[in-house]
């Protein structure tokens, strides 16, 4: 039921995204970079916040006419920043709820990914208080509203000796202290701690997405001063403590929990609350996810290179002095609490070469379920099944288009964990002595990747950018690499018709055999 459910909506979400790449292009899709558009945002909100905070007066008679000479009088760079400040902050809390509920669905949350989940919860706390505090510093009937539950609210525990209500008696109880405070709190305090809870997330990722595209950015940035300038955000009236708050219109971004505790009364709220807390901070054990198991090092076939090193992305491999007494100065070392068994270490050594003369093929590092002996003798059936004028072998991913549907007579797929386990070299084996006439290359959306950059180490290696490289002299025309995400199978198809009809062409056309080509020899082969 669990898995239907997730699978149903795995698909769901991939051909919203499908829609996205349509319209932006697969580098600009926003869903690909949720983490990093609210990184984003929050440069916004600062920098806005810094320019209102030079003009806020922090005592009860001033913060809410200081906001409104901005708003009003400066209109045209105050209010702008008001508004900026304001819409950016409700961005972020958008692309930071869509974040979760992408890494929930994609499953990429459970197992080894524990730890982003769990240090995720506190930054959704931290990110909410930061949008109340900050509406609360307007001092108008809305924060009047907001400060009188919050007050009530945190009354409820049994810790202040004062309670804090007793600040909202009257307007002459309140302290122009409390305005310094609430200050401190929203442009210190709390974005200290947000700033390091984000350090604290992403810490175990290695190349964390961080800054979106250049495009994404910019384009996010103009939207939000559109409507800022169209719909310029403004103030309630004055707060009167001595009147019961009227109608008021809510930002339901930050202040929904307001309308509840309302409803449902202080107590049930904390229950609410902490419960969905503590519900969220379970999820990566609800159910567990089956631990997988991960890449193993053989020190004999390695050169300690560091190719695997620089390539995994989750930190799980380090280099350390070499301890088995061997010529090479490093060795590589692998912490099995950080590694996702996504096999793309095994893409990057460069001991994994099929035309070595050693039987067993063993490699400087490999996932013990896929070796890359079992990977080569899983090619050679699927390429000795190959008939027709134009062998196509396609290499795709699980977590992509299925590739396996493409098989029959002049296609053959082979579907591993992620694209980027697929040496190079078994691109150059395939293609040597014509065992394929072309190879086409697929996996997860350009952009996006289950394992975050399988596809574009992969890419890079297919152009020479990155090692283990594709040897130069492979015959570039008879190689395609062309990402395809699960509900787009039919993208592939296109691309194998095309392919199919280039290769033809090119035979026909008495193209050069492709060359025989030496391959990447590793220096720990
Ligand atoms: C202030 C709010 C947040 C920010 C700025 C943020 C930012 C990021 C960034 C930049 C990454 C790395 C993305 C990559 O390079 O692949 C990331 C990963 C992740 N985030 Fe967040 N995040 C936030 C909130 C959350 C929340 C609330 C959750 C869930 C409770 C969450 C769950 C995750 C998970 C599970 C990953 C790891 C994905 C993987 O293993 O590939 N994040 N986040
Ligand atoms: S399997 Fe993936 S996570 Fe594990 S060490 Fe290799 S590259 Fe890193
Ligand atoms: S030889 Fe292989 S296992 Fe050793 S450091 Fe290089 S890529 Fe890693």
């Known amino acids: 039921m669990a898995t239907t459910l997730r699978q149903a909506s795995q698909a769901l979400l991939t051909r919203i995204e499908d829609r996205f790449t ?294 799980a491999l380090t280099m350390r002095p070499r301890s088995d007494g061997r010529a090479h100065k490093q060795e590589v070392v692998i912490e099995p609490d950080l590694c996702v068994s996504c096999g793309i270490c095994a893409g990057s050594c460069p001991s994994a070469t099929p035309f070595r003369k050693s039987e067993d093929l063993s490699t400087g590092i490999q996932l013990p379920q896929f070796s890359f002996r079992r990977l080569r003798d899983e090619m050679d059936t699927a390429l000795s099944e190959l008939r027709g004028d134009a062998r196509i072998i396609v290499y795709g991913c699980d977590h992509a288009a299925t590739v396996k549907q493409l098989r029959g007579g002049d296609v053959a797929a082979l579907s591993l964990e992620c694209t980027g386990m697929l040496p190079p070299s078994l691109i150059d084996y395939a293609l040597r002595d014509r065992k394929a006439d072309g190879v086409l290359v697929t996996g997860c959306c350009e952009g996006d990747c289950l394992h975050r950059l399988g596809n574009t180490w992969m890419e890079q290696r297919v152009n020479g950018e990155r090692p283990p490289q594709l040897r130069g002299r492979v015959d570039r025309d008879r190689v395609r690499v062309r990402w395809a995400s699960s509900t787009d199978l039919a993208t592939l198809r296109r691309e194998i018709d095309g392919f199919r009809q280039d290769l033809g062409e090119m035979d026909a056309k008495g193209a050069p055999e492709a060359p025989l080509v030496a391959v990447e020899s590793g220096r720990g082969a």
């Open 22 to 315: 349509q319209v932006f292009g697969p580098g600009c899709n926003p869903f690909f970079h949720l983490g990093a558009m609210t990184i984003y945002f929050f440069w916004i909100v600062l920098i806005s916040g810094l320019y209102l905070f030079a003009f806020f007066e922090t005592s009860v008679y001033g913060a809410f006419q200081s906001v409104e000479r901005l708003t009003h009088e400066q209109w045209w760079l105050g209010g702008v920043m008001r508004s900026l400040h304001r819409y950016a902050s409700d961005a972020a809390v958008i692309t930071m709820m869509l974040h979760m509920i992408r890494e929930f669905v994609r499953d990429r949350y459970r197992g080894v990914r524990w730890y982003s989940w769990i240090t995720g919860v506190p930054l959704l706390w931290m990110v909410f208080l930061l949008g109340i505090t900050g509406y609360w510093l307007v001092w108008d009937v809305l924060a009047q509203y907001i400060a009188l539950v919050s007050a009530e609210y945190m009354d409820w525990l049994p810790i202040f000796t004062d309670p804090i209500a007793r600040n909202f008696i009257s307007q002459e109880a309140l302290s122009d202290r409390f305005f310094t405070l609430m200050g401190f709190l929203h442009l210190i305090g709390i974005p200290l701690f947000l700033v390091f809870g984000i350090w604290f997330h992403v810490m175990r990722i290695a190349m964390p997405n961080i800054n979106p595209p250049r495009t994404l950015m910019a384009g996010s940035l103009i939207a939000l001063l559109v409507l800022s300038l169209i719909k310029p955000a403004v103030s309630h009236e004055v707060a009167d403590l001595s009147a019961v708050p009227g109608e008021l219109s809510l930002d339901w971004f930050y202040l929904f929990i307001y309308p509840v505790i309302d409803t449902i009364g202080v107590g049930s709220a904390w229950i609410l609350l902490t419960a969905l807390t503590f519900l969220l901070m379970a999820f990566p054990w609800l159910p567990r996810k089956k631990a997988e198991p991960v890449a193993e090092i053989d020190l004999e076939h390695c050169s300690g290179c560091t190719w695997c090193v620089n390539d995994c992305p989750y930190g």
